[in-house]
């Protein structure tokens, strides 16, 4: 060990000599606070030095243009020519680099990035890395990552080539702001020759076979020659496996000290009676499924066990966890206590609050609905019921809880359709009113095996039956040349007296109010044109919220026939008149968001129809039609898009890790849970403590379940 090895990896990154304030403020940004945090940042890609293919040989290389997954390679050459125009139909940007090795010329196509046309310069030395393709005059590589190795005629600037390249492989960091993967490197080098190794916090029986901390970074940012570069780039070398295992064992310490402060816990104990049961029993419109009893079961015994429940029911689309929710309400407030449920949306909140109307009867007026832009006096109002108990039942959205509701006596949350509400938030519930019990109800199934590490501070329930005398819902996928099709079964439909939906995909979906109206509109233009003189009603994430809900209100009435919506309605809304839905541009959808969606229809007794419109990736999407089981297609979705996507961005809450994956890493997590659970009880040693901390402000642990 250098005797400058003398650093912590705690230490801010700041000590490092190559650090200017722009550099440093670029990694603040990053949430890279310390040397550790810098080194956890892997590189993205590693490029084997003799993997690169000279220029000269790309005409001799066959390609087949119809296969789909082409072959990667990568080049090395000097720009020799850049061209900035637009493409003759879509009027898209385009950009032309023409690349020079010195045995031969290769075209590098862009389309869309502009300022690339601007950035680089003739003489400027790229690394590309993409799929050949026949272009007119040879092969060229149509939308390829690049990198930037010199700037021509000045390679000071970035150090030369040889200086840079100086193994077999080299690590391609992403750039952060000014920091470019270079300069990335270079900072790197700084911390692995001036950190010294930390102390081993992994149990032994976690680790044993695996490099130690500091060695695994070293593999993994300056990789020696003899590494494999495939399992390199796979990110499934060992010193991955280290890195992940303690992302992993953090993660599962955090879950496991927090079940074990739940258990430790004194719950509200609900008072259970025959004057109690005869009572929930006369709210009940229909016979409990045998799947609802026994999830009503089980947290019945939470709400009488002594212990704070926290619950997870999954249940498919459709399987009735309304009913449970409002059952599990019923035990708090018929017992002289207060419940609430929290919906996603307003819409939701609203069709909640008119089905415990319906339950309750007579009762009704026990049931106070609190919404964000009600009228501030109707709002005080409320809010006053609310505080003196005279409203048992409390419905509204999850947004509505922060703001400063007071309870008189809150003993059960139930927050619909949102498998992680974030801590941050329960806790501001808490503060509220006592210690409540918990019942959280996932959106989407989650396969078991993967609910049950993710979520290892909550018992899990199932909903795995749905009511008696529901149809399978006829389910086709229609190229879009035969879009006219689904236009004639709504036809049909329509003319028997049903309703239909139609689903126009945003175009950024993970944020409504920029999304352009185009696509929507074109559709309405074409419903009115197709369906002239028909109830329509459109609705969508732009619209004041009143008026989103008085259109919603005229769907669900009956009075409009066709509702052409955007995602909005994706969860939850329930209209049993409708029969079909047709979803245009489903490509753009994740499986389960569709599975969401036609569980929109089927709600009734008569024959459903889900119709996808869609040209492209037609595989993927067909997995819906073969198969009406909401824990098969997660699971499909969530090998295909990974647990980030399947969880959506706008869950909040996911940890962050860099390395671990929560799908592929499962059984890693396993083993880190039951590990975690013995370091517990054993007691965490002082560097334990020390690291754990750190790891919770880094992975966002705080935030998580
Ligand atoms: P989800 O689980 O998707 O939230 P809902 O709670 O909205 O499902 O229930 C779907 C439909 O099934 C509703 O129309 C509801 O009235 C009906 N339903 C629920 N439980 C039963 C039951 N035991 N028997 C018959 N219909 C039921
Ligand atoms: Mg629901």
């Known amino acids: 060990m250098s005797s400058l090895a003398t650093l912590p990896l705690s230490t801010q990154v700041t000590v490092l000599r190559g650090l200017g304030p722009a550099r440093a403020a670029a990694l603040q940004d990053a949430g890279i606070h310390t040397l550790g945090d810098l080194l956890m940042q892997l590189p993205y890609r590693y490029v084997d030095r003799g993997s690169i293919v000279k220029l000269g040989d790309l005409e001799l290389r066959s390609f087949n243009p119809d296969l789909e997954d082409r072959e990667i390679i990568t080049v090395l050459g000097e720009i020799h020519d850049v061209r900035q125009s637009l493409t003759r139909i879509q009027r898209m940007a385009l950009t032309e680099v023409l690349l020079n090795d010195g045995t031969g010329m290769l075209k590098l196509v862009f389309f869309n990035q502009p300022y690339l046309g601007r950035s680089l310069k003739i003489g400027d030395r790229l690394l590309a890395f993409g799929p050949l393709s026949q272009g007119r005059g040879g092969p060229e590589m149509r939308g390829p990552q690049i990198e930037l190795m010199a700037r021509g005629g000045n390679e000071n600037t970035l150090g030369g080539l040889e200086e840079i390249w100086v193994r077999r492989f080299l690590p391609l960091y992403r750039k952060l702001g000014p920091i470019s993967s270079l300069v990335r490197k270079k900072l790197v080098e700084e911390v692995l020759l001036r950190a010294h190794p930390p102390e081993e916090w992994l149990p032994p029986e976690l680790c044993r076979h695996l490099p130690g901390t500091l060695t695994a970074l070293r593999l993994l940012h300056q990789p020696p020659d003899e590494s494999d570069g495939r399992l390199l780039n796979l990110r499934e070398t060992p010193a991955h496996e280290r890195l992940a295992m303690e992302e992993l064992f953090a993660f599962a310490l955090g879950v496991e000290s927090r079940r074990a402060g739940r258990l430790s816990r004194r719950g509200l104990v609900v008072p259970t009676s025959q004057n109690l049961r005869e009572r929930l029993k006369s709210f009940l ?421």
Not at 516 to 533: K, N, V, Y
Not at 646 to 666: E, H, N, S, Y
Request: contains cysteine; charged residues 30%.
């Open 285 to 705: 419109p229909f016979h409990l499924t045998g799947a609802q009893r026994q999830v009503f079961k089980e947290i019945v015994d939470d709400l009488t066990s002594g212990r704070v429940m926290h619950r997870l029911l999954q249940g498919d689309v459709g399987s009735g966890k309304t009913l449970v929710a409002f059952l599990s309400l019923a035990m708090v407030a018929e017992t002289g206590g207060q419940g609430a449920l929290l919906a996603p949306t307003e819409v939701l909140a609203r069709q909640h609050a008119l089905t415990f109307e319906r339950l309750l009867g007579g009762e009704a007026h026990r049931m106070q609905l609190l919404l964000g832009p009600m009228k501030a006096a109707e709002k005080r109002e409320a809010l006053a019921r609310i505080a003196s108990g005279e409203v048992r039942y409390i419905v509204g959205t999850h947004a509505l809880f922060q703001e400063a509701v007071r309870f008189r006596d809150l003993r059960l949350v139930v927050v619909d359709e949102q498998h992680r509400f974030g801590v941050k938030q329960r806790e501001a519930l808490k503060q509220k009113g006592g210690d409540p019990h918990w019942l959280v109800m996932s959106a989407t199934p989650i396969p078991r095996s993967l609910a049950l590490s993710l979520f290892g501070d909550l018992d899990q329930s199932v909903l795995d039956e749905l009511p008696p005398g529901r149809q399978p819902i006829t389910t086709k996928l229609l190229d879009t040349d035969a879009a006219e099709r689904a236009w004639d079964l709504i036809e049909k439909e329509l003319k028997a007296g049903r309703q239909a939906f139609v689903v126009s995909p945003a175009i950024d979906p993970t944020d409504e109010s920029k999304v352009r109206l185009r696509d929507i509109q074109a559709m309405e233009s074409l419903l009115r044109a197709r369906f002239p003189g028909m109830d329509l009603e459109v609705v969508h994430g732009r619209l004041k919220p009143d008026d989103m809900a008085a259109r919603m209100d005229r769907f669900v009435r009956g009075d409009a026939k066709l509702l052409l919506a955007t995602t909005v309605i994706e969860v939850g809304v329930d209209v049993p008149n409708a029969t079909v839905m047709v979803v245009d541009h489903a490509e753009r959808f994740g499986l389960s968001q569709l599975h969401q969606l036609r569980g929109r229809v089927g709600r009734g007794v008569d024959r459903s129809f889900f119709v996808m419109i869609s040209s492209a990736e037609t595989e993927r999407l067909h997995v819906l039609v073969e198969t009406q089981d909401g824990f098969k297609i997660a699971q499909k979705d969530l090998e295909i898009r990974g647990p980030g996507e399947f969880f959506g961005t706008r869950q909040a809450g996911l940890p962050q890790f860099q390395v671990a994956d929560l799908v592929r890493d499962r059984r890693l997590l396993q083993s880190c849970r039951e590990a975690a659970a013995k370091a517990l009880a054993e007691g965490l040693s002082e560097a334990q403590k020390e690291w754990l901390q750190r790891e919770r402000v880094r992975l966002k642990l705080a935030e998580v379940s």
